[in-house]
């Protein structure tokens, strides 16, 4: 009885602090990876349990962020321990932590800046680590957002899936400037041709399949407005010739106020009612997006015919996971921040919440123990 009594105790501790669950490995940094211009850092997770060979992830942070802050405020880690991939946590060479979206080198494929330098690192995994070169993924927050949608363009060749939150349209910064308020007011108005070549730009004479678009964004995202959104909706349909009209727009997915568009199989946007900058990730979500959600270490990933670069919206083929798979549904720990929804009524802005910039109205002061940090003044000032 007594026994029953602390084992039913423990079981409840378990179960509470089951997000705190020790990680099987640590982060570590990664040097000497290969051509890398302007000096990004790179960090990884790798977890002592593989897939077989592990799929590899690139996670990049917001701006005044670092790679040790991704690694933290997000869950991918403790999903990389679940599923068996690694992870590389890059991190940003200049002083305001941003990432390069707007040179030419950085836009254009093997042609230099931050791109080539993660690329590298890419490159260098899939060498001495036997990652699997058919499925390595980008995911990221604003900056990082941004990021993920320069790999999409100028390095479609390395990369199956993005998911980025709260970002820009790849090329949508681009110029002399750093910061480009053109672009991040969502005053930069092109046709989806225009947004589509500028893609095709990135990596001249390509021909091959490109790897397929999710994006999030908020609706009250004051610091890259919303427009964004419907200018990457442009964009991606152009690049894979599908209709702007979305094959289906789930509401209330995944979360009540979101709402998820799909274009055919390759390009989805999520809109985000009530959110500001920047959507919180929900990385079991971007797993889904990337096909990472039935695998488990130990194991491989079914394969499966590539997605056709173009066009005709396929139906999936049925996925024949092997029987041994744990099932989807359950969600995994998560050190993911607490999602969403309008700023509370008290006036506090929660960790990742914007509290500061130009035009914002809302919440100055931060939720204990975060304080408000100037991400990209005067544009922008977020919980961190
Ligand atoms: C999907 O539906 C929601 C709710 O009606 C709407 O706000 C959103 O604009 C739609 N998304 C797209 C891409 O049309």
Redesign the pocket.
Known sequence: MFSFVKLYSALVLLATIGYVQALSSTLQQLTNFGTNPTNVGMFYYRPTQLATPPPLIVAMHYCSGTAQAYFQGTSLAQLADQHGFIVLYPNAPTAGGCWDVHSTGTLTHNGGGDSLGIVSAVRWAITNWGVDASNVFATGTSSGAMMTNVLMGAYPDVFKAGSLYSGVPYACFQGADAWNSQCSTGQLILTPQQWGDRVRSGYPGYTGPRPKVQFWHG?VDTTLYPQN??EE?KQWTNVFGVS???TS???NNPLPGY???S?GDNVQ?I?A?GVGHTVPERETDTLDWFGLSNLQPGQGLPSAPTSAPTGAPTTAPPTTAPPTTAPPSTPPPTSAPPTSTPPPSNGVAEHWAQCGGTGYTGPTVCASPFTCTAVSPPYYYQCL
């Open positions: 609706t959104f419907w909706i702007q009209t979305p727009n789930l509401t709402s998820r568009a274009f946007g809109l009612q």
